[in-house]
């Protein structure tokens, strides 16, 4: 089944007793067994869940994984994921990595007895020298965030193998219509579903996909211990938001590429990170391993963080908010916002700089898109 099909079908045949075309939300925490010992498969909510696991299910599909796991949040997924490691353990993770990543790695897990490295790992060769006998996880971003690097899925499976890593893969940017990862050997793929797989901006949600039988049963008995489920009506929301994924998605890249072709020849800007673009440093391999390059843009104004601050505050389509992958476009300052919890000589020296500005391209009609850019940068 194609992922167009699979989005609308998977895990949604009509309900049963009804006929139903859409998933009820089984807005219930327990269920009645006709005796002791006996259910049909659901016993209480943190567990199973049916709406849940519709969207479990479609998900796996759209991962091409053997299973889906629903959490609360991304920040709950990946919070959960960590559940596989003990204390003692290292950890290599990219740099840029969504900013709450680094904040629970680096502010609740080293409490824990598990220890980071954070290196570039859009150059292997980094992680390599990053290995410690202690080492049992790589955790990817890719492209990262906001510097939209591209990380070498295939290189990356390989060199963990060898040093017997799990890898993880946070999928979020991408969005499984653009990029597979499991495909190319990773282990897990998180996901922030708040963004491009809900994609209207009016849920917080997140999930795992896996293929492993053994990290699956540790992983599922985590997420039920732990209990960072998400509630039905979210799910709901999230599997409505599944259905039109790859329209969306395609309509989101169409707009992001004009936008960056737009601002790449901007006299008022600097330079511009988009993987869409031939001449991006990533661009080649990022066309390897992903079939599209997503909405995300950075772009480095040619001028000062208060300028940066005129053109963030001027525009009227694009709104200021962070958040990223929804129907709406938004602008965004990373230094001053997401990544405001990143040291300021650290994140400075990784390029996220007084100038530095993200965009997450809508499915607005371009021509708006673009004026109301143009009307931003020559105001301030
Ligand atoms: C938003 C985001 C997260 C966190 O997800 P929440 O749903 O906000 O908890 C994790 N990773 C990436 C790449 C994100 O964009």
Not at 11 to 37: L, M, R, S, W
Not at 315 to 322: G, P, R
Not at 347 to 353: A, C, D, P, Q, V
Request: charge should be neutral; proline fraction near 4%.
């Amino acid at each position: 089944m194609r992922f167009e099909t699979a989005a609308i079908h998977v895990g949604q045949e009509p309900e049963e007793k009804t006929g139903a075309i859409v998933v009820p939300i089984f807005q219930t925490a327990t269920y009645a067994q006709p005796a002791i010992g006996q259910h049909k498969g659901y016993e209480y909510s943190r567990t199973h869940n049916p709406t849940r696991k519709a969207l479990e299910q479609c998900l796996a599909a759209l991962e091409g994984g053997k299973y889906g796991l629903g959490f609360a949040s991304g920040m709950a997924a990946i919070t959960t994921s960590m559940s596989l490691l003990k204390k003692g353990d290292h950890v290599i993770s990219s740099d840029d990595v969504y900013g709450g990543t680094y904040r629970v790695f680096e502010r609740i897990f080293r409490d824990f007895g598990l220890d980071f490295t954070f290196v570039d790992t859009s150059d292997l060769a980094n992680v390599v020298a990053a290995v410690k006998p202690n080492t049992r996880m790589l955790w990817l971003e890719t492209p990262t965030n906001p510097l939209l690097k591209v990380v070498d899925l295939r290189g990356a499976v390989e060199l963990a193998r060898k040093h017997n890593m799990m890898t993880v893969v946070d999928n979020t940017f991408a969005s499984p219509y653009f990029q597979r990862p499991l495909e190319f050997g990773i282990d897990i793929v998180v996901h922030s579903t708040t963004k491009f797989l809900g994609g209207h901006s009016d849920v917080v949600g997140g999930a795992a996909v896996l293929s492993d039988d053994k990290i699956f049963e540790r992983l599922s008995f985590a997420q039920n211990a732990m209990g960072a489920i998400p509630g039905p009506f979210d799910c709901w929301l999230v599997l409505r938001g599944l259905k039109t994924l790859a329209v969306r998605m395609r309509q989101h890249e169409a707009n992001a590429r004009a936008i960056a072709e737009f601002l790449h020849q901007h006299k008022r800007v600097q330079s511009v990170l988009y993987p869409g673009l031939p001449s991006f440093k990533y661009h080649e391999r990022a066309k390897k391993q992903m079939s599209g390059f997503g909405s995300l843009i950075s772009f480095y104004l040619d001028g000062s963080e208060s300028q940066a601050r005129k053109v963030c505050a001027a525009t009227k389509v694009f709104s200021l908010a962070e958040s990223l992958g929804g129907v709406e476009s938004l602008i965004e300052h990373p230094g001053l916002m997401t990544h405001a919890s990143i040291p300021t000589e650290l994140r400075e020296s990784r390029g996220i700089t007084g100038n530095f500005i993200r965009l997450s391209v809508g499915i607005e009609h371009i021509d708006d898109l673009i004026a109301d850019l143009d009307m931003a940068l020559k105001s301030a």
